[in-house]
């Protein structure tokens, strides 16, 4: 596996255009170290090669939906009734975001 630097780091951020600090440099390589650790945990389980890969965390027969259920829409006009600003089709609210 190749050993992460600060100029591997500095590389692949300038290759992504996310230009970092010396200071964010340094926890991103923090982290790998962190996952590198991790994954050498992970390789010292006896056996582990034997072990299926696992997608999802139940079986896929385990899983029921819900049945559908029918429910009485509402038409326009009984949902634009009660609202204060509208429109023949929308309910106007007040902007919520500035500019």
Do not use: W
């Not at 100029?7 to 923090?30: F, H, P, T, Y």
């Amino acid at each position: 596996m190749e050993q992460f630097t600060k100029e591997l780091v500095d590389d692949l951020a300038n290759k992504l255009l996310i230009g970092l600090s010396e200071e964010e440099n340094q926890m991103v390589l923090e982290e790998f170290d962190e996952i590198e650790r991790n994954m050498n945990l992970i390789l010292k389980i006896k056996d582990i090669e034997k072990v299926e890969p696992l997608t999802h965390p139940f079986t896929i027969s385990e899983f029921t939906l819900r049945k559908d259920d029918e429910i009485e829409e509402l038409s326009q006009e009984e949902v634009l009734q009660n609202a204060e600003q509208k429109n023949l089709t929308s309910v106007i609210v007040p902007k919520v975001v500035s500019e």
